[in-house]
C-alpha cells in the first residue's frame, strides 16, 4: 500500500471508528466495530483483539474474524505466541514468516504472517490487536504504524467505555450504600441489623456469597451469625478460633485480609461448603466501632478475583456502619431492658405502698375489735359454753395483728442513704443513660446550670430516678420529635433556700382535666404507663423535704418545677 493511500485509509477508518464508537456504551459492542474498520483496512484473513485478564494473569479473546471457533475460549498466559509475547513486553511484533519464528503459537494452518501491537492506557498494556495473512511477508512496517495507529484509538475508545461503566457501578455502589446507612438506622434489632449488613454486601459487589461472624471477646471465638448467596439465606454454622483462618488474622490485626485462591490455600473454615459451591476468592473485612472488634464481614466470589481499593473501601464502609448500628441495637436493647426493669420497680413499689396502706386501714378497725373483745372474753365464766370458741377467735386475731406488723415492718423502708451530690454530673449520667433514646425519639436535650458545679445533698439513686421518670414521661408526650430543656437556679423561698430545677418539654401538653391530678397514683391514659411515676417523684422529693409542681401545660410546652432544701455550709 503506497504511502498517500495508507495515510488515507487511516483517516479514513479513524474517522468510522470515532464516529462509530462514540455511539455506544457497551465495550464488546465498540471493540466488534473496531475490528471491522481493521479488517478492511489491511485486508486480513484473520483477527482478533484480546484483553487483559488481570485477575487470571492471561489474555482473553474479546472479539475475532476468521478465527476457529475452539480459538475463542483460549486463555493465553503472558508471553505465550505472538499476542502474549507483545502483551508481555508492551511492544509491536511483526512476523514476516511465522515458520520461521517458535514465538507464533498456531491457531490456522493456513497463517503465514502475523502483525501483533500492543493496547496501553497510561503506560499500561490493557489488550493486543493482531491481524494474520495466508501470504508471507504480507505486512509492512508501515502497516505496522498504522495498526498502532488504530489499536490507540481503540484504546482510548474502550477506556472511556471502561470509565464510564465504572463511574456508573460506583454511583450505583455509592447509591447501595447511602440506602444501607438508612436502612441499618433504622433497625433496633441486633439480629435485624446482621442480616441487613449480609444483603446488602451482596447487593453492593459481584460476589456470590456473603456471611458476618460476631466476636465472642470472652470465648476469643467468632461464631457465624448470617450467611446468604444470590438465592437467599443460607442454614450454615461455624464456630472459629482466631488462629485457625485468614478470617482470625483479620481480628487479630483488624485489618482487611484478602484470600485469592481459596482453592490454594489451606483454609479452615466452611470448607464444606466453599468447595461444594466453587468459591474461589474472599475479602474479610473486621468491624470495628472504635477499638472494640464487633465481628468481621466476609464476601466470596466464584471466580479469581482481585479486590481493587475501591472495591475495599465501599467494604469497609460498610463494615464501619454496620458496626455502628449493632452496637446502637445493643445499646436501645439495654435501655429498652432498663425501662421495663424501672417500670416493674414502679410497679412493685407501689405494691409495698399499697400494702402497706391496706395493713394500716386494717389494723384499726382490727385493734377496735381487739378492744371490745377483751371485756366481752372476760365477762364469761371459766368452762363457759363459748370459751373454746373465744379462744379460736383470740387465737385468729392475734394471728392478724401478726400479719398486719410483718407487712408493716416489711414496708417500712430504712433511713436512705444521703450525701454531697454534684448535680451537673448527676445529669450527664442521665444524658448517656437517654442518649440513644433521645435520638431514636429525635428529641433535642438541653441543660443550662445557674451555677457550674452545683452540690446538693441527696440519695442519688432516688433523684436520678426523679430526672429519668420526668425524660421517659417527656419523651412519650413526644412521638414526632421535639425539645426538652432543663434550667437549674437557687431560690429564696418560704421554706428556706431551695435548689430548684424547671423541667420545660415542647410535646402534647397534659389534658386540662387531669393536670391537678397529675401526681396522684395509676393516673395514666397510655397503653404502657402505670400511672404511678409523678407520684413516685412526689414522694421521693418530699422524703428529700422537697416538692414539685406543674408549672403550666398546653400544646407545645409542659413546665414541671421541683426543689430541694440547700444544706447549711453548701
Same mark, same amino acid.
Given at each position: ?220 471465638? *467468632? =461464631?457465624?451469625?448470617?450467611? &446468604?448467596?444470590?438465592? /437467599?439465606? !443460607?442454614?450454615? #454454622?461455624?464456630?472459629?478460633?482466631? @488462629? ?20 490454594k490455600t489451606e483454609e479452615h473454615h466452611l470448607v ?69 426493669? *424501672? =417500670?416493674?420497680?414502679?410497679? &412493685?413499689?407501689?405494691? /409495698?405502698? !399499697?400494702?402497706? #396502706?391496706?395493713?394500716?386501714?386494717? @389494723? ?11 371485756p366481752l372474753e372476760n365477762a364469761l365464766d371459766e ?165 414539685i409542681k406543674l408549672v403550666s401545660s398546653m400544646p ?15
Amino acid at each position: 500500500m503506497k504511502e498517500g493511500n495508507q495515510d488515507a485509509a487511516a483517516f479514513d477508518a479513524l474517522y468510522r471508528i470515532v464516529s462509530r464508537v462514540g455511539q455506544t456504551e457497551d465495550s464488546a459492542e465498540a471493540l466488534e466495530v473496531i475490528l471491522d474498520e481493521i479488517v478492511k483496512a489491511f485486508d486480513a484473513a484473520t483477527a482478533s483483539i484480546s484483553l487483559v485478564d488481570r485477575d487470571a494473569r492471561c489474555l482473553r479473546i474479546e472479539a475475532a474474524r476468521g478465527l476457529p471457533q475452539e480459538c475463542l475460549s483460549l486463555q493465553l498466559p503472558f508471553g505465550v505466541g505472538v499476542t502474549g509475547w507483545v502483551a508481555l513486553h508492551g511492544e509491536p511484533l511483526l512476523l514476516e514468516d511465522v515458520e520461521k519464528d517458535n514465538r507464533y503459537f498456531a491457531v490456522k494452518d493456513t497463517i503465514r504472517s502475523e502483525l501483533a501491537v500492543p493496547m496501553e492506557e497510561a503506560g499500561q498494556v490493557i489488550g493486543v490487536v493482531s491481524v494474520d495473512s495466508e501470504s508471507a511477508g504480507f505486512f509492512t512496517e508501515a502497516d505496522q504504524k498504522l495498526l498502532t495507529i488504530l489499536a490507540s484509538e481503540a484504546s482510548r475508545a474502550v477506556s472511556r467505555i471502561w470509565h464510564i461503566q465504572q463511574l456508573k457501578t460506583k454511583a450505583a455502589q455509592l447509591q447501595t450504600l447511602a440506602n444501607a446507612g438508612q436502612k441499618l438506622a433504622s433497625r433496633m434489632e441486633t439480629n435485624t441489623v446482621i442480616e441487613g449488613i449480609v444483603e446488602e454486601a451482596c447487593n453492593i459487589s459481584h460476589c456470590q456469597m456473603a456471611t458476618l461472624l460476631v466476636f465472642d471477646p470472652e470465648a476469643k471465638v *467468632l =461464631r457465624l451469625r448470617f450467611a &446468604m448467596d444470590r438465592h /437467599g439465606r !443460607l442454614e450454615l #454454622e461455624e464456630t472459629l478460633d482466631l @488462629r485457625e483462618s485468614s478470617v482470625g488474622a483479620a481480628v487479630v490485626g483488624r485489618r482487611q485480609v484478602e484470600v485469592y485462591n481459596l482453592r490454594k490455600t489451606e483454609e479452615h473454615h466452611l470448607v464444606h461448603y466453599t468447595q461444594e459451591a466453587g468459591l474461589a476468592s474472599m475479602l474479610v473485612t473486621p468491624l470495628l466501632h472504635g477499638h472494640e472488634i464487633i465481628g468481621v464481614l466476609n464476601v466470596y466470589t466464584r471466580k479469581l478475583h482481585r479486590f481493587s481499593n475501591e472495591e475495599r473501601g465501599i467494604f469497609q464502609t460498610l463494615a464501619r456502619m454496620g458496626a455502628i448500628s449493632i452496637q446502637n441495637a445493643r445499646f436501645y436493647r439495654r435501655i429498652f431492658d432498663t425501662e421495663a426493669t *424501672l =417500670r416493674q420497680s414502679e410497679k &412493685m413499689n407501689t405494691l /409495698g405502698l !399499697l400494702a402497706a #396502706e391496706i395493713a394500716h386501714e386494717i @389494723r384499726n378497725p382490727l385493734t377496735v375489735i381487739k378492744l371490745l373483745f377483751d371485756p366481752l372474753e372476760n365477762a364469761l365464766d371459766e368452762g363457759a359454753q363459748f370459751t373454746e370458741d373465744l379462744r379460736v377467735i383470740r387465737d385468729r386475731l392475734d394471728q392478724l395483728e401478726e400479719i398486719v406488723s410483718r407487712v408493716l415492718d416489711f414496708g417500712r423502708a430504712g433511713q436512705a442513704v444521703h450525701a454531697e451530690i454534684n448535680f451537673d454530673h448527676l445529669m450527664d449520667d442521665t444524658y448517656r443513660l437517654l442518649r440513644l433514646k433521645l435520638e431514636q425519639s429525635r428529641v433535642q436535650w438541653s441543660f443550662e446550670p445557674h451555677v457550674q458545679d452545683s452540690v446538693i445533698h441527696a440519695n442519688r439513686g432516688q433523684l436520678q430516678q426523679v430526672l429519668l421518670n420526668l425524660s421517659l414521661n417527656a419523651l412519650a408526650a413526644m412521638p414526632e420529635g421535639g425539645e426538652i430543656r432543663i434550667v437549674t437556679e437557687t431560690l429564696e423561698q418560704s421554706g428556706g433556700l431551695q435548689f430548684c430545677v424547671t423541667f420545660t418539654d415542647s410535646g402534647q401538653g397534659i389534658p386540662e382535666d387531669l393536670q391537678g391530678q397529675v401526681f396522684e397514683s395509676f393516673l395514666s391514659r397510655g397503653s404502657q404507663g402505670t400511672g404511678l411515676g409523678l407520684s413516685i417523684i412526689k414522694r421521693i422529693l418530699r422524703e428529700h423535704r422537697g416538692d414539685i409542681k406543674l408549672v403550666s401545660s398546653m400544646p407545645g410546652e409542659t413546665v414541671i418545677r421541683f426543689w430541694l432544701p440547700v444544706e447549711q455550709g453548701n
